[in-house]
């Protein structure tokens, strides 16, 4: 089992399971990742376009008004003075109104053509939710990995300095069981195990943080994952 902490502001308690399983991961990630919540609204939008292709079959108002400034313009078609000193309202309205007796097959092309839309829409919902299925995957199992390999170095690690302490006590009473070459191995040996050791935290870090990105987590969330 590996802990991950995100820094950030937690949820609520009781949103999130105790421990996560890769299905756990999946899910979350299918309702919450950025990018397929994306591609749902492709298809709201591709939807739209069939309910707009099918509205073409019945009648059809536009109203169109505006009101602007304008000077005052004299005059007729052949010559006008304008006076900018004076100014005025300047108002339009149309209005068209449209009854579709025969489209000549445009209707029924514009709504095969917003079905298929929908269509490819859809596949590409799917696709996205693939390859977010398989980065979540693949950082799932990369943040367990990370987790076993840094509890592995933890262990190593005490082991080895309660070694050093030890053989820096007897070094130092002089009865010669610990030599200064011994203590200088033990030291050399924790140094590097340390040096390992910041760099698997730093791996557990960015395996969980991109674990977090895929699946759409907010900030600061603690992560328990099941092995």
């Given at each position: 089992v590996g802990v991950l902490a995100l820094v950030g502001h937690p949820l609520q308690a009781g949103d999130l399971p105790e421990r996560w399983t890769l299905r756990d991961c999946l899910a979350y990630a299918e309702k919450n990742n950025p990018q397929i919540k994306e591609?749902?609204?492709?298809?709201?939008?591709?939807?739209?376009?069939?309910?707009?292709?099918?509205?073409?079959?019945?009648?059809r108002l536009d109203l169109a008004t505006y009101l602007a400034p304008a000077p005052a313009i004299s005059g007729n078609a052949l010559g006008s003075r304008i006076d900018w000193n004076r100014w005025g309202a300047y108002t339009f309205g149309r209005a068209e109104a449209g009854l579709p007796l025969y489209t000549f097959g445009r209707v029924p092309a514009y709504l095969s053509a917003a079905n298929w839309g929908v269509d490819v829409a859809e596949g590409e919902v799917k696709q996205k939710q693939e390859e977010i299925g398989l980065e979540v995957k693949?950082?799932?199992?990369?943040?367990?990995?990370?987790?076993?390999?840094?509890?592995?170095?933890?262990?190593?690690?005490?082991?080895?300095?309660?070694?050093?302490?030890?053989?820096?006590?007897?070094?130092?009473?002089?009865?010669?069981?610990?030599?200064?070459?011994?203590?200088?191995?033990?030291?050399?040996?924790?140094?590097?195990?340390?040096?390992?050791?910041?760099?698997?935290?730093?791996?557990?870090a960015l395996a969980g943080a991109a674990l977090r990105f895929y699946m759409g987590l907010p900030n600061g969330t603690t992560v328990t994952l099941a092995a």
């Open positions: 591609a749902w609204e492709g298809v709201g939008f591709a939807r739209g376009r069939t309910k707009e292709a099918l509205g073409g079959r019945w009648p693949r950082m799932y199992y990369s943040a367990l990995l990370a987790q076993t390999l840094l509890d592995l170095i933890e262990g190593v690690h005490k082991d080895v300095a309660e070694a050093e302490s030890k053989a820096s006590e007897e070094y130092q009473k002089g009865t010669g069981k610990v030599t200064r070459a011994d203590l200088g191995k033990l030291q050399v040996a924790l140094a590097e195990i340390e040096k390992y050791h910041h760099a698997a935290t730093r791996g557990t």
